[in-house]
Every structure is written in C-alpha cells, then in structure tokens.
C-alpha cells in the first residue's frame, strides 16, 4: 500500500501537470479570483487565498510528509513554508 500511495500521488500530479498545459491560456491569477466581496470582514483570509501558490513546494511537502508517514521518519515542515516559495530539501520526483 505505501508504494500505491506514493504512485498516486506522484502520478496524479504529472496528470494535472499535464491536463493544465493542455488547456488554453484562460487561467485567472489567484489575486484576480478573490476579492474583498468573497470574503467580508476577513482580510486575512483574502490575503492567503489569494497569494500565489507554489506548485512545486506543495507537491515537494506532500510527498515528503507521505514518505515520513510510511517510513515512521521525520515528517516535519522544517524549511519549507508549503505554497508561499519555500525552500526544501526534498528531492523533485516530478515529471
């Protein structure tokens, strides 16, 4: 089950990587999706969904919190701020 999990998870990636170059340049920045309207009296969460996400950085964390799981290892965020342009050790298994 630990090698499925980490299949999954790497091979749905490439499959949104792939679908997402596919299609045509129609895609809205984050800070064109969201505004004030969406989200009344939290500026905060406006500030958050609307930040640029990371892919890679997401995708890095995810697998390196699967693998610590499956392994009993440390699963810890240390030098990575997931989505927000962190940086991370973890080596890039994407395709």
Not at 23 to 35: G, S
Not at 65 to 85: N, P, Y
């Amino acid at each position: 089950m630990a090698v499925q999990a980490i299949l999954n998870l790497v091979v749905g990636s490439v499959l949104i990587d792939r679908q997402v170059a596919r299609q045509p340049a129609q895609r809205e920045d984050p800070e064109e999706l969201w505004t004030a309207d969406d989200v009344p009296g939290s500026p905060e969460l406006l500030a958050h969904l609307a930040h640029h996400v990371d892919e890679q950085a997401v995708f890095d964390y995810a697998l390196r919190v699967l693998v610590g799981a499956i392994v009993g290892g440390d699963d810890s965020t240390d030098g990575v701020d997931a989505g927000r342009g962190g940086t991370s050790t973890t080596p890039t298994c994407r395709g």
